[in-house]
């Protein structure tokens, strides 16, 4: 008697190199199957449209959090391994790293070096152009249309109503306050400028 052998679907070289590149980021297979899982719910009992999107707003959030601090621990050691290839006599000590985007805050350990030029070396922070503590642009512009808008208490309940993660009201002002300073230097040198004279008569 013959035993049938249920037919295996063989995957394509993309399938494959998805499946790797997953197993490498276990944090980003989480958020993965995460995300299909509330695709998968719609089998059972129906669920109303803007629960799904809150709940999707929050994966997609905690997606590109986990991918933000996967790609920057992905090039920490990168610069590591070069700058030991450049100088095999440089030792290391670790620091953690944070900075805040749209997504939250973002923490990374990072290598702090002492070579024979330096005795302290950070190689993330200018690379991918970042600092400690530091905000991203974008989300310095939330920061300051919210803070421009509502008391500093208020935008900072907003940041965590619409972004989904929590930031000091002192940091709200101190964004605010940083964008309406330079905006006003940009509006004095304007007022120091002398005004241009209309022509007397219009193109011909």
Same mark, same amino acid.
């Given at each position: 008697?013959?035993?049938?052998h249920?037919?295996q679907?063989q995957?394509?070289s993309?399938?494959?190199?998805?499946?790797?590149?997953?197993?490498e980021?276990?944090?980003?297979m989480?958020?993965f199957q995460?995300?299909l899982e509330?695709?998968a719910n @719609?089998?059972?009992?129906?669920?109303?449209?803007?629960?799904?999107?809150?709940?999707l707003?929050?994966e997609?959030?905690?997606?590109?959090?986990a991918?933000? +601090?996967?790609?920057a621990?992905?090039?920490?050691?990168?610069?590591?391994?070069?700058?030991?290839q450049?100088?095999?006599s440089a030792?290391?000590?670790k620091?953690?790293?944070?900075?805040?985007?749209v997504f $939250?805050a973002?923490s990374?350990?990072?290598?702090v070096?002492?070579t +024979?030029?330096?005795?302290?070396?950070r190689?993330?922070?200018e690379?991918?152009?970042?600092?400690?503590?530091g905000?991203?642009? &974008?989300l310095?512009?939330?920061l300051?249309d919210? $803070?421009?808008?509502?008391s500093?208490?208020?935008a =900072?309940?907003?940041?965590?109503?619409?972004? $989904?993660?929590e930031?000091? =009201?002192s940091a709200? &002002?101190? =964004?605010?306050?940083?964008?309406?300073?330079?905006? $006003?230097q940009?509006?004095?040198k304007?007022?120091?400028?002398?005004?241009?004279?209309?022509? @007397?008569?219009?193109a011909p």
């Open positions: 008697m013959k035993h049938k249920p037919h679907t995957l394509s993309a399938e494959q190199r998805l499946i790797k590149h997953l197993r980021h276990p944090e980003l989480e958020r995460t995300i509330i695709t @719609a089998d059972g009992p129906v669920k109303r449209a803007d629960k799904i999107e809150a709940l707003i929050e997609m959030r905690q997606l590109g959090n991918t933000m +601090e996967s790609w621990s992905r090039a920490e050691r990168t610069l590591g391994e070069q700058l030991k450049k100088d095999p030792v290391v000590r620091k953690t790293l944070t900075w805040w985007c $939250g973002v990374v350990t990072e290598r070096w002492c +024979e030029q330096q005795n302290y070396l190689l993330l922070p690379a991918i152009g970042v600092s400690a503590r905000r991203f642009k &974008r310095e512009r939330v300051t919210f $803070g421009s808008e509502h500093f208490r208020h =900072a309940a907003r940041v965590l109503e619409h972004y $989904g993660f930031i000091n =009201a709200v &002002r101190n =964004a605010t306050l940083q964008h309406a300073h330079r905006a $006003g940009i509006l004095q304007e007022y120091e400028q002398p005004f241009r004279v209309l022509p @007397a008569a219009g």
